[in-house]
């Protein structure tokens, strides 16, 4: 699997790194098998890069990654976690951020871990009731960070490039974190590309661009939107049922009709199916460090790992989907 920097941190990251969200569920609600054969393939497959957080089944993607890795003695893996606040805990962010550290360590099974995010989104304002933190609100996060740095809980720190793009911009010009977390996919390319001003979804004005400038690592999330971009509304039985989408439609019903633009990359032969074509188009993107896949079982990463390795799509389909985008 092709490495990539990870911004200025000296890091290298596998271009499609493993998703262990709630959304496909296989670090979650999977049964222990799964797990481990789908943990021993992508480290056989030189992807080393487990991107898990607190949320995600309540702890549980945590303890079953440091589990899993343990069990298959495992220890030079990157793993990353976040951190999120919410409603009181808004009145004491350092004490919240250090505790959440220590107790996804605790989970994790580790002294350290390579990189912790926050989860919420980030906005000019505080919005408690929608987990919105301010760019105020960071400040106090980072200095909880450094501290984790200093005392080695934590090696690198970052944030999550979600919520509102100024915000976000101003957030990473502000505190200069070595990583964010940024939605990327064929349906909102928009953190990668130009595109003009009618296309009618959040625009978040070529963060990875910006990033990759500032020497800050990036990591595309929602490379698949969720699971639309598959064009099926069917869900796996270990997936989220109901998945909101981030960026896109209002519905993942609206994401999932939108890809009907897209089967021309099918029957003009650049790809095989829509799946390939979105892991391929993130990884497209020599900017971003890596492309998290979100996964319900173990076939389901095979097939990510074979679309991976066969590369970027090529100039002329990249071109014909922003130039979609642009037309939207
Ligand atoms: N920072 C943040 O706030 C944030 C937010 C979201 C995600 N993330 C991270 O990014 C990772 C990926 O995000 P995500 O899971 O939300 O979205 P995603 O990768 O865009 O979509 C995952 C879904 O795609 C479908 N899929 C995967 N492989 C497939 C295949 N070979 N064929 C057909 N369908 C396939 C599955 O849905 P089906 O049920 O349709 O099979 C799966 O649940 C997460 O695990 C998490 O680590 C971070």
């Keep these: 699997m092709e490495l990539r920097n990870f911004g200025s941190t000296g890091l290298t990251m596998p271009v499609l790194g493993f998703g262990c969200g709630t959304v496909g569920g296989l670090m979650v609600r999977a049964e222990?098998?799964?797990?481990?054969?789908?943990?021993?393939y992508a480290i056989d497959a030189g992807i080393n890069y487990f991107d898990s957080a607190r949320m995600y089944g309540d702890g549980l993607s945590e303890i079953h990654v440091g589990a899993i890795l343990r069990e298959l003695g495992v220890s030079d893996a990157l793993v990353g976690t976040k951190v999120r606040l919410s409603g009181s805990e808004f009145n004491n962010i350092e004490a919240t951020v250090s505790t959440q550290i220590e107790n996804s360590l605790r989970r994790l099974g580790s002294e350290t871990v390579d990189i912790v995010y926050?989860?919420?989104?980030?906005?000019?304002?505080?919005?408690?009731?929608?987990?919105?933190?301010?760019?105020?609100d960071l400040e106090h996060v980072v200095i909880a960070f450094e501290k984790a740095v200093k005392s080695g809980k934590i090696r690198y720190w970052g944030f999550n490039g979600l919520g509102e793009t100024n915000a976000i911009k101003s957030a990473v010009n502000l505190y200069s974190p070595s990583g964010i977390h940024t939605c990327y996919n064929m349906l909102n390319p928009t953190s990668g590309y130009s595109v003009n001003n009618t296309f009618p979804y959040q625009n978040y004005h070529e963060l990875i661009t910006e990033c990759t400038k500032k020497g800050i690592g990036t990591v595309g999330i929602r490379i698949l939107a969720g699971g639309a971009l598959s064009g099926s509304t069917n869900r796996h039985p270990l997936a989220l049922q109901d998945v909101a989408p981030i960026a896109t439609g209002d519905t993942y019903q609206e994401d999932v009709d939108r890809t009907a633009a897209y089967k021309f990359l099918i029957s003009e032969s650049f790809v095989d199916n829509l799946v390939e074509a979105s892991i391929r188009f993130a990884i497209s993107n020599t900017n971003l460090s890596t492309a998290l896949i979100g996964l319900s079982n173990f076939d389901q990463f095979q097939k990510a790992v074979d679309f991976a390795n066969k590369g970027p799509l090529p100039a002329e389909a990249l071109d014909k989907i922003i130039k979609l985008c642009s037309a939207a």
């Design 118 to 136: 926050t989860h919420n989104t980030v906005g000019k304002e505080r919005k408690i009731d929608d987990g919105q933190v301010s760019v105020e």
């Design 32 to 40: 222990h098998k799964e797990m481990l054969k789908s943990v021993e």
